[in-house]
Every structure is written in C-alpha cells, then in structure tokens.
C-alpha cells in the first residue's frame, strides 16, 4: 500500500546524505516529538521543552553545521538547497512551528555561508559556535512595526520604508530600530541578522544593510513572546536596538552584494516554504488515511464512500502537485550551468512566490477537507488535524503575505508597469 514515500521526491535529485538526513529526522521524530507535540503547544511562551528538542536537532542531528564551511566545523553539504527541502519536509511533518525555528537558525546566515559568495572572516568567527557542541540559534529580523511586508516588496518599495538605520562611526555600525516577529527572537535567538539602511528613506540598493549583531550586544531588548493561534515551537517577540554598536566586518558583503545576496535568502525562504506545506499534507495524509480506514460507517470503512474518496483524492493530488512543482524548482535554482541564472536572480525571487502561493493554498485546502470529513474528532486536539489547521494558516502569512506572492508572480509572468 502507497505510503508518503511515495509521493514525488526524484532519488536522482537527492543525494545520499540527505536521504540519510531524512530518515534520520524522521525517526527521531516519530520516537521523540510526536508523542509530546501536544504538550509543546503548551510551551510557547517558556520553551521549556521546545529548546532541549532545538538542541537535539540543530545540535546532536547536525542541522546547525550542515551548511557551513568545513574549515570551521560544518559538514559543507554540496547541495545545500536539496537539503534544506527535506529537512524541512521532514520537520514539518511532526510541527510546521518546530521546523521554522530549526531551519530559521541557518537562514539569516545563507549570504555568508552559501557557495560561491561565502564571507569567510565571517564564517570563522560565527561558525565554530553554529557548529559547537552547545545550542547556538540564528535568527533572521525583518519585519517592522510600521511597514510590514514592505521589505519584502524590494522590488517596487525599494527598500525606502525601512526604518532600522545603521550608521558608520569609524570601525563600527550603530544599529537603531524596533522589528518583530521574527523567529527564534527573544531568549532563543544569539545572533541577529538585522535588515537595515544606511541611509533612511533611501531607494539605492547599496543602502540596503545586512549586519549580524549579537544578541546579548549592549543595547538590544526584546519582549515578551507573542502567544498565536498556531505555530508555537517558533517564538515571536519585539526587538528593540538602541545605539547598539558592532564592528565594521560584520555587515555581511556590502554595498549591492547585501541586497543580491538577500534576495536569494528570500528565494530559498519560498522553496522551504513550499517544503513546509508539502510535510504538514503528507502528515494530514497518514491521520486520514487512517481515520477513514477504521472509522465505519453504515457498515463500511468510510473511506469506502465516494463523497470521502473524492477528498481523499484531492489531498494526494495536493501533495504531488506541490511537490512536483517545488522539485523542479529546486533541480533549476541549484543548476546554473544549465538554466543560466544564478540563485540569486530577482526572476527566481519572483517566480518562487507563485509555487509558495500555491502551497500555502493547498495546504490549508488539505486540512479543512480532513477537518470536514473527521467532523468534531477534526477540530479535537487529540488527533492533531486542529494543529495542522491552526499551523499552516501562518504560512500563507509570512514573507509578505498572499496579497504580495500574488503581485510578484504576476509581474515575473506579466511585466507589471505599476504594481
């Protein structure tokens, strides 16, 4: 009988370490976290037990060194966006919110561990504690208060709403600013990759900053975690900077390189997205499978009823459509020498939103139907389809929400002028 193995995910894309990888995250899973993911949407605010489980994976699993340079620990892996596809395929499907934190940890840091544009200076001083024996959490600040999912919209805001600056006085920034929402902020996070300007108002991409900043750095503040409707292994606070200083070297790449280097972060930021949805429907998959395999209705399995079978279809041909989109994506952006653009491409940026739309669509579409058919057993927590409902309804909302996936999919395709 068919499995989620066997939805799509091409075995000559994947090498295999990662497969290894996989297997590995998805054991661990099945004997450490599932049978505790409910007591873990009860620990959103203290992370009690949440950062022991970050620890094993980021730490002991090796998720944390993966992607950096093995001159300082890491594990170098040569396909680093294969990689972070099934890892968070993998994560997501035991908690979509346990998996932002864990992957979040390395996104911030993809401009300066990435091939070919690596800041080594950087990776020597930031890696060894990455790669250490002890927790040590990335975490990637974008948001404002003021302007939302303006950052993300570079393309046609061009950066003139941010309004954390970063100032140059000798060998150092000044950072100053307030972001939120960011994942792994508050006490979790120990090294801020902060989005900033240098020149407040401005639409001149070199003024667009990438700087690490530590976060026990004099001057930086945070507050207290959001509590949401989902998503609770991944903490979300304010963070404030206050004349808080840091040295030169620690703005990423520079002027140009920073904002290029983002968007590629952005682009991956939609394929584990998409990876995201694609582990929480294989998940609702097996619960419903399941369900209306042993659940019998006027004397036969009610998967043996056609109005049922209809949803059980449209939740498999879900999964495989997602999953084929998304893995020919990810076998385009990681093969430059036949496709012709580098991963940082606006276009890739662009064209990614469309496959992250339609996963996060998707995914919500999966679980109301499974809701629909498991009745009040649905949105009871006990069979965990209400945390896959509440969970991925965040997806859609990250990284500029639907409203701005929508327009920058419509101007790849359609050369918008004035959207």
Not at 192 to 217: E, H, M, Q, R
Not at 306 to 325: G, Q
């Amino acid at each position: 009988m068919p499995t989620i193995d066997d939805f799509i995910r091409p075995k000559e894309w994947v090498s295999g370490f990662v497969s290894d990888l996989g297997r590995v995250i998805r054991k661990w899973g099945e004997e450490r976290y599932i049978p505790i993911r409910q007591q873990v949407d009860e620990d959103w605010k203290e992370h009690k037990i949440v950062e022991p489980l970050l620890k094993e994976v980021l730490v002991d699993l090796g998720i944390n060194a993966a992607f950096f340079p093995a001159e300082v620990g890491g594990t170098d892996i040569p396909d680093p966006l294969t990689c972070v596809t099934v890892v968070c395929e993998e994560l997501a499907r035991i908690d979509a919110g346990f998996c932002v934190a864990a992957i979040c940890s390395v996104w911030g840091m993809v401009p300066i561990i990435w091939k070919p544009h690596r800041n080594m200076e950087l990776c020597e001083e930031f890696g060894p504690k990455f790669c250490g024996p002890e927790l040590f959490v990335g975490c990637h600040v974008m948001t404002e208060p003021d302007s939302g999912a303006d950052i993300e919209n570079f393309g046609r805001l061009q950066g003139k709403t941010i309004k954390t600056t970063a100032t140059l006085d000798g060998d150092e920034w000044i950072i100053n600013g307030h972001k939120l929402w960011a994942s792994n902020s508050g006490k979790v996070g120990d090294l801020y990759t902060v989005i900033c300007t240098t020149n407040k108002g401005s639409t001149d991409p070199d003024d667009f900053a990438l700087i690490l900043v530590p976060a026990d750095a004099k001057g930086v503040s945070v507050g207290n975690p959001y509590q949401k409707c989902g998503m609770s292994a991944d903490i979300n606070t304010d963070v404030w900077f206050e004349n808080v200083r840091v040295p030169k070297r620690y703005r990423m790449h520079g002027p140009g390189d920073d904002l290029k280097y983002w968007r590629e972060a952005i682009t991956y930021g939609s394929i584990g997205s998409t990876a995201i949805c694609v582990g929480v429907m294989k998940n609702v998959y097996e619960i419903i499978k399941k369900w209306t395999s042993e659940r019998v209705i006027a004397g036969k399995p009610l998967k043996e009823h056609s109005i049922v079978a209809d949803m059980l279809s449209e939740v498999t041909i879900l999964i495989e459509s997602t999953s084929a989109w998304m893995w020919t994506l990810v076998r385009e952006i990681s093969r430059p020498d036949i496709y012709g653009w580098d991963p940082w491409d606006e276009r890739y940026l662009l064209k990614t939103r469309g496959l992250s739309l339609f996963a996060s669509n998707a995914v919500e579409r999966a679980c109301s139907r499974a809701m629909d058919f498991m009745g009040s057993y649905g949105y009871a927590r006990e069979f965990d389809i209400e945390k896959h409902y509440r969970d991925q309804k965040v997806i859609g909302l990250w990284m500029g929400g639907k409203t701005l996936k929508t327009l920058e999919n419509a101007r790849y395709w359609y050369n918008l002028e004035t959207l």
